[in-house]
């Protein structure tokens, strides 16, 4: 009488190639899922930048002032409406009390810098 089913060997040689293929394949599936937190992350702090501008335009073109230099809080932007909870989820590792936007008066334009401590800005 044959039993079926397969050889100690056989079990042996399929879990090598398991172990051989995710070898090769979890380091570039966790090099992908990086780049992607990474792409995320920047366009996250360019959504907080672009809510820095429409907060400059609404607080820094004031008729007769003099601004050189400025910063704007990630707590501050949401505050007033600038900025939505999903425009910033990845970023939810600064701290919003000091993550924010620096902003400064260069070449007759103003600049928008996101900084992780905005009392850092120059």
Known sequence: MMK???TLVELIAVIAILG?????????VMGILNKSQKNISEEQKLAVENAARAWGLKN???EGSNVS????????LKDNHFLE???F???RKANHGNAGV???Y???QFVYEFSDDINNCD
């Open 4 to 6: 079926k089913g397969f």
């Open 20 to 28: 051989i293929v995710l070898t090769i394949t979890v380091p570039n």
């Open 60 to 62: 820094l073109f004031v």
């Open 69 to 76: 230099s400025s910063k704007v809080s990630i707590k501050t």
């Open 85 to 87: 909870n999903k425009d």
């Open 89 to 91: 989820n990845s970023l």
């Open 102 to 104: 620096c902003i400064t």
């Open 106 to 108: 260069q070449n007759n």
